[in-house]
């Protein structure tokens, strides 16, 4: 029944590894993004998808990767990590040109970079 | 630039009234939302002001003054649960979010 889900909740890792975060939703929402929440708790967008089609993309490295399979899929693949990409990862999702276009987020990844 | 204030950290008194202020300077306007994170945990959706005034929903309300880019969050009958940051985001002319920092409201007993 979870709306927006994210796999994995915590994630401890070396710098250097390469990783990735997957994001489902049961929505039917058709514009799905990622976030960065730092330490300041300061949430930054960093990609937005629409119907599998990339619409933002934040100056973010290009370390960082997103893909969509489908449109209830967005994830993200972060290769050779730093020590200052750790953070709260969030997914989210949202009906484009609905009456709110209100944004539902997952319930985060931790990621650590040791 | 297009920029969203929000106080820091408030505290307040359980049972007690709260008004979390948001100020922003967009360009252009599409909505405002007010969402909920609890420590540790995901924003959660409280509300959306798109025209001026008030909405009412429960405990929480919320304000808007597109004139004077201003926006308020009141939480009346304060629980202990209500301790969370609340986050103001703006839809700018590009549809696109703009997030304030958050404010940080502790309950006290």
């Known amino acids: 029944d979870t709306a927006v889900s994210q796999t994995p909740k915590y994630l401890v890792t070396q710098m250097g590894n390469d990783k990735s975060i997957k994001c489902e939703q049961n929505?039917?929402?058709?514009?799905m993004y990622w976030y960065k929440q730092d330490s300041k708790k300061f949430l930054k967008i960093m990609f937005s998808?629409?119907?599998?089609?990339?619409?933002i993309n934040e100056t973010v490295p290009n370390r960082f990767s997103p893909k969509s399979p489908d449109k209830a899929h967005l994830n993200l693949h972060i290769n050779s990590l730093e020590l200052g990409d750790s953070a709260v990862y969030f997914c989210?999702?949202?009906?484009?040109?609905?009456?709110?276009?209100?944004?539902?987020f997952g319930p985060g990844t931790r990621l650590t970079v040791l | 630039g297009q920029n969203i204030d929000q106080p820091t950290e408030m505290t307040a008194t359980e049972g007690a009234i709260v008004q979390i202020n948001c100020t922003y300077q967009?360009?252009?306007?599409?909505?405002l939302f007010w969402y909920q994170q609890h420590a540790g945990e995901a924003p959660t959706f409280l509300s959306y002001?798109?025209l001026d005034g008030l909405e009412e929903k429960g405990r929480f309300s919320s304000f808007l003054s597109r004139s004077k880019g201003y926006s308020y969050l009141l939480l009346k009958e304060l629980q202990m649960k209500d301790s969370a940051s609340y986050l103001c985001?703006?839809?700018?002319?590009?549809?696109?979010?703009?997030w304030g920092a958050g404010t940080k409201l502790i309950i006290k007993p």
């Open positions: 989210a999702s949202s009906q484009a040109g609905g009456p709110t276009d209100t944004q539902y």
């Open positions: 985001a703006v839809r700018d002319g590009n549809y696109q979010l703009i």
């Open positions: 929505l039917g929402h058709d514009t």
């Open positions: 967009t360009s252009g306007f599409n909505g």
């Open positions: 002001n798109v």
């Open positions: 998808y629409n119907n599998k089609e990339l619409i």
